[in-house]
C-alpha cells in the first residue's frame, strides 16, 4: 500500500435515501491527491432486496467510479455490503492503525435494528456450519459475520418513494421505543468494546477507527488508545475521514459545498509512535 497520503472513511449508503450522496461523483473531491482510499464498510448496499436490478445498478454504478477515483480504493467490508470484497480488517502504518467497520463489536451486529432476533438466528446458524480454522479468532468471527450479513434482507435502504422510505426508515429504526435506548447503549460502549478488541486482537494498534454505529467521534480510551469513528453520510451527525501521512494522522471533517463533498477541517492531529518489538 502506497505511503505518501492514504484517506480513510466509511458509510457511504450509496443509493440510500437517507444519504446525502445522491450521485456518486459528488465523492471525487474526497480522493484527489490521496494515493489510496480505503473504504470501511456500507459503500453501498448488496443484500438482498426487493428491487435486485436497482441494488446491482447501485452497485455497478459504485463500481464504475470507484476503479478510476484514486490510483488504489480499498473495498472493505460492512455488515450493508458483506460480499463487496473479501477484506474485513486493515493494518496501516506498520500495525499502529486497526481498521475494521464496527459491527464485530457486537454479538448481534446491529443492537439498535428491527432484525435483532433475525440476526441472532442467522449467526447461530452460520456458527453451527463453520468449518474453517481457529474459531475463536477475530477473523473467523468477521467470516461468521459477513456470512450472516449477506442472508439479511434490505428494508428502507432501497425504498426511491421518499415517503415509503420515511415510514420504513422509522418503523425499522425507531420501533419498538425502546430501540432508541439501544442506540444511545452502543454510542456509549463502543470505544471500550472497540479498544478491547485492539487488545486481544491486535494489541500493537494505538488507533482503531471505525465506522457502523453512525456517531463520528474521538476518544481516548482507558488503556490509551485513540479510537475513531468516521460517522456516516447519513443525516443528521455527519461525517469524518482520517488522513494518514508518513509519521502524521489526522482527522478531518468531511463538508458538503458546490454539490461535493470535501475535506474540511482538522478535528484532531496525532503523531505515530514507533512500535516497540
Not at 463487496?84 to 451486529?109: E, K, P, W, Y
Not at 482507558?222 to 468516521?230: A, E, L, Q, S
Not at 443528521?236 to 470535501?262: N, S
Request: some cysteine; hydrophobic content about 40%.
Amino acid at each position: 500500500m502506497a505511503n505518501q497520503l492514504i484517506r480513510i472513511f466509511s458509510d457511504i449508503h450509496y443509493g440510500d435515501r437517507s444519504s446525502q450522496v445522491r450521485s456518486i461523483s459528488q465523492l471525487a473531491p474526497l480522493f484527489d491527491g490521496a494515493e489510496t482510499v480505503v473504504l470501511n464498510g456500507d459503500t453501498v448496499d448488496t443484500r438482498i432486496g426487493p428491487y435486485p436490478r436497482r441494488t446491482a445498478e447501485l452497485r455497478e454504478e459504485a463500481m464504475a467510479f470507484l476503479t478510476r477515483a484514486a490510483p488504489e480504493v480499498v473495498l472493505m467490508t460492512g455488515n450493508h455490503d458483506p460480499d463487496l470484497s473479501g477484506l474485513h480488517t486493515q493494518m496501516l502504518a506498520g500495525g499502529r492503525i486497526f481498521v475494521t467497520h464496527g459491527d464485530v463489536l457486537f454479538d448481534n451486529i446491529v443492537p439498535w435494528g428491527r432484525d435483532t432476533a433475525l440476526i441472532q438466528q442467522i449467526i447461530a446458524s452460520e456458527q453451527a456450519r463453520y468449518t474453517g480454522p481457529d474459531a475463536g479468532s477475530l477473523e473467523a468471527r468477521l467470516e461468521i459475520f459477513r456470512r450472516a450479513c449477506v442472508r439479511l434482507p434490505q428494508r428502507h435502504q432501497v425504498e426511491t418513494n421518499r415517503w415509503k422510505h420515511l415510514v420504513s426508515f422509522s418503523r425499522d429504526t425507531f420501533w419498538p421505543p425502546q430501540n432508541a435506548g439501544r442506540v444511545l447503549w452502543a454510542w456509549w460502549v463502543a470505544p471500550e468494546r472497540a479498544a478491547a478488541l485492539a487488545r486481544a486482537h491486535r494489541p500493537g494498534a494505538q488507533f482503531v477507527i471505525l465506522g457502523h454505529t453512525h456517531r463520528p467521534g474521538i476518544w481516548r480510551t482507558r488503556d490509551g488508545r485513540v479510537i475513531i469513528n468516521t460517522g456516516s453520510f447519513t443525516r443528521p451527525l455527519g461525517a469524518l475521514m482520517a488522513e494518514l501521512t508518513p509519521g502524521q494522522l489526522r482527522v478531518r471533517r468531511i463538508t458538503a459545498r458546490g454539490g461535493a463533498f470535501h475535506p474540511g477541517p482538522t478535528l484532531a492531529e496525532f503523531t505515530l509512535a514507533e512500535v516497540r518489538a
